[in-house]
Nanobody, 128 residues
Framework: QLPLVESGGGLVQPGGSLRLSCSASGVTLDEHAIGWFRQAPGQEREGVLCYSSSDSIPYYADSVKGRFTISLDSAKNTVYLQMNSLTPEDTAVYYC?????????????????????WGPGTQVTVSS
C-alpha cells in the first residue's frame, strides 16, 4: 500500500477550480511537512505549496499565490489542495509528498522538491 495517494485530478476549463486530495496511510501527516508538487511535460518537478502544522503560513510558489490553498484534515489524515482560477499553465501531474518536519523547512521542501514519501501523482489538465 502506497503511503500517499492523490486523487481529484481531471480536465477543467480555464478559470475553473479543482480540489486535489492526498490520503496518507502509515504516515501521520500532522507530524510531517507536506508539499504539493507538479511536473509538466518536458519540465522539472517544481514545488507548488508546502505546509506544516508548526508554521503559521504555508509556503507558496509565486505562480500560485492567491489561487491555491492547502488544508489538512487530521482526522482523515488527508491533505487537500484547492486550486482556483486555473490556467493552461497549471496543466501538469500533481504529486503530494511528506517529510518529517524536523528534517526540513517548508521553504526548503518546496525549493528543493524534497520528500521522503511520495504519491504516484494525479493528472490535471486545464483546457477549453
Amino acid at each position: 500500500q502506497l503511503p500517499l495517494v492523490e486523487s481529484g485530478g481531471g480536465l477543467v476549463q480555464p478559470g475553473g477550480s479543482l480540489r486535489l486530495s492526498c490520503s496518507a496511510s502509515g504516515v501521520t501527516l500532522d507530524e510531517h511537512a507536506i508539499g504539493w508538487f507538479r511536473q509538466a511535460p518536458g519540465q522539472e518537478r517544481e514545488g507548488v505549496l508546502c505546509y506544516s502544522s508548526s508554521d503559521s503560513i504555508p509556503y507558496y510558489a509565486d505562480s500560485v499565490k492567491g489561487r491555491f490553498t492547502i488544508s489538512l484534515d487530521s482526522a482523515k489524515n488527508t491533505v487537500y489542495l484547492q486550486m482556483n482560477s486555473l490556467t493552461p499553465e497549471d496543466t501538469a501531474v500533481y504529486y503530494c509528498a511528506a517529510r518529517h518536519r524536523r528534517l526540513t523547512t517548508i521553504q526548503a521542501m518546496c525549493d528543493m522538491v524534497g520528500g521522503d514519501y511520495w504519491g504516484p501523482g494525479t493528472q490535471v489538465t486545464v483546457s477549453s
